[in-house]
């Protein structure tokens, strides 16, 4: 409510981007939203993505990067769990909008006759269903508190002047008017690149960057630009005079060591004031607080003492295809004070025909495998690879060497058991050899094998602890039951379970009916747990992952102490000792996001 009594107006910040892909249009708009939240304003998220998909679920990584999971379900593209990250916010399917939701709810309408015999156009139709959805959306709670957010940020994917954007920037033209002036700020993402013969900053791919922009309807009010180091007096004023934007609107994201530093980054460069006096704010939002920020970057930058996650995965060629497993790992190594080196090793490298094939490959995977201090297989689909990573468990197992399986992950580590220890040499899932004599792992009843897209089990679901003395129990501070996010269509086999279990193997956990496998442990094993859920995807700054922080724990020999002390029970925000100046002490939560990152989020 505003001071008159009447419902305060939503404001909108608009982030796109020129030139070229890949500039960290995610991160910056993330970074954007803690600039806001800093100022102690609400903040909510919206990503827009042109393409024709309804969603992010049947797309392959090696296409998008992976598919992040909401707790409502909803398959989303990656940025979303960026903002939920950085923000500490709970979106739901509707802030991911796509070209196929929009024409989808059009042609519905159309359908349904509720066009009244008009013929339906691009323009006003789509256009229209646009505006209206993130007008809708930006109205959700996404931080728990009753009441829209104060600020909608908003991320249109892909490049200025791409074919399959042209809706969105039409509609979004329009929807800068509908607003407002004094309600809408759009800040565009740009390349100012270096020409490295004279080691000069280029303006002209900016400048015409922004020349589109403007024919398109939409006039910047921020320019962000990337670069490798920060912009020249002479190149800001040069970009002002051709760009109509004043210099002090113009700011550089240049590389830094990790993207924590980014809001800081922001701030400094006075992002915030330029951004307010947009939005006609500047008298009720306070000066950004990022004192925990700067803390973090600067803790992160001083670690030392790495420990060593081999992670045994299909999509090994693309970081960003784990992304969200990347910063859970990221989360719990600097909550306790190690330096993260993930060895990425490609499931198929270390199968006995590659031994054959290309002997080389196969000796640097094992090398990258048996250098590891703690082993990680997590999701996929597909049978390329899965004798690998069975390999892989089977070497943790014997080894005693720290183990984390996710969804995929857990139904190999069952595999893997029942192979060599119950004997059966032919046992299998049914994704992978319909006709196995022994199915360990089965399609679930309720799952459709016609029709792939949102038809998995989905979204958050309840795991009740069947054991509280299990490390899983004990990790998630001894709770009765942990709410997690899923992503399947294939379960462990209720019926093998029980001869899974005297031979040695603990489901600590399932779902309500208790005939659903969600965590299955050994007991006898330092750290041996595999989860049908995905607890990356609820991994936040300060509140690592209950299971990340075990295999982390581990790995780095302080399982037991964690364990027996009980000092970080689920959810609650780590205190680190921060050492400044070589002697005095100062303590800080730690809520942390992708280190060891660029910018762009590219992973160094």
Excluded at 484 to 507: C, I, K, Q, T, W
Aim: glycine share 10%; aromatic share 8%; hydrophobic share 35%.
């Amino acid at each position: 409510m505003n001071k008159a009594g009447g419902m305060k107006k939503m404001k909108y910040v608009l982030v796109t981007g020129g030139v070229v892909s890949g500039l960290g249009k995610g991160v910056t708009a993330s970074s954007i939203g803690v600039l806001l939240k800093a100022c102690g304003l609400r903040v909510t998220s919206i990503k827009i993505d042109p393409y024709l998909n309804t969603d992010a679920g049947t797309m392959s990584p090696f296409e998008h990067g992976e598919v992040y999971v909401l707790d409502d379900g909803g398959e989303v593209d990656l940025d979303l769990g960026n903002y939920e990250r950085f923000l500490d916010i709970k979106l739901t399917r509707d802030n991911n909008i796509t070209t196929g939701k929009i024409y989808q709810a059009v042609i519905d309408k159309e359908r349904r006759g509720d066009y009244l015999g008009k013929t339906v156009q691009v323009v006003p139709h789509i256009t229209d269903a646009i505006q209206e959805w993130i007008e809708r959306v930006a109205l959700i709670p996404v931080d728990g508190q009753p009441g829209p957010a104060d600020v909608c940020v908003i991320e249109l994917g892909g490049t200025i002047g791409d074919i399959e954007s042209m809706p969105f920037t039409e509609a979004l033209g329009q929807f800068s008017y509908r607003v407002g002036a004094g309600n809408f700020c759009l800040i565009h993402v740009s390349l100012v690149p270096v020409i490295s013969a004279v080691g000069e900053q280029k303006t002209k791919p900016t400048q015409h960057s922004v020349r589109g922009l403007r024919s398109l309807g939409l006039t910047p009010n921020i320019l962000a630009c990337r670069s490798t180091s920060a912009l020249e007096e002479n190149v800001k004023q040069k970009l002002s005079q051709f760009c109509h934007v004043p210099a002090e609107n113009i700011i550089t994201l240049y590389d830094v060591p990790n993207i924590w530093h980014l809001p800081s980054l922001l701030r400094d460069q006075k992002a915030h004031e330029g951004i307010l006096g947009a939005l006609n704010l500047p008298g009720v939002a306070r000066e950004p607080n990022l004192k925990e920020w700067t803390s973090r970057a600067e803790f992160c930058d001083k670690l030392l003492e790495p420990v060593r996650i081999a992670v045994v995965g299909k999509y090994t060629g693309l970081s960003d295809s784990y992304l969200s497993l990347l910063k859970a790992l990221l989360h719990a190594s600097v909550s306790l004070r190690k330096k993260l080196v993930v060895d990425w090793v490609p499931a198929s490298d270390i199968e006995d025909e590659t031994a054959r094939e290309n002997p080389d490959a196969y000796k640097a995977a094992w090398k990258l495998l048996k250098g590891a201090d703690g082993v990680l297989v997590p999701g996929g689909f597909g049978d390329r690879g899965v004798e690998g990573k069975i390999l892989a468990a089977k070497y943790a197992r014997e080894n005693r060497i720290p183990f984390l399986g996710i969804c995929l992950g857990m139904q190999i580590a069952v595999i893997e058991f029942a192979r060599s220890i119950l004997g059966l040499q032919d046992a299998n899932s049914t994704e992978f050899d319909p006709d196995t004599k022994s199915p360990c792992v089965v399609f679930m009843p309720e799952g459709s094998k016609t029709h792939l897209g949102g038809t998995m089990r989905l979204g958050s679901r309840r795991t009740y602890f069947q054991v509280m003395d299990s490390k899983s129990a004990k990790l998630y501070g001894n709770r009765g039951f942990v709410d997690e996010r899923h992503r399947h269509r294939y379960e462990v086999n209720p019926d093998m379970v029980s001869s899974l279990e005297d031979a040695g193997l603990s489901f600590t956990g399932k779902d309500e009916t208790g005939q659903r496998m969600e965590i299955v442990e050994l007991p006898s094993h330092p750290y041996y747990i595999g989860t049908q859920f995905h607890p990356e995807f609820k991994s936040r700054p300060g509140k690592p992952s209950a299971l990340f922080l075990g295999l982390i724990a581990a790995a780095c020999g302080q399982l037991d102490p964690l364990l027996h002390a009980h000092k970080i029970p689920y959810g609650m925000a780590k205190k680190i000792s921060l050492y400044q100046n070589g002697n005095a002490t100062k303590f800080a939560k730690i809520p942390a996001d992708g280190i060891y990152s660029n910018c762009n989020g590219v992973h160094a």
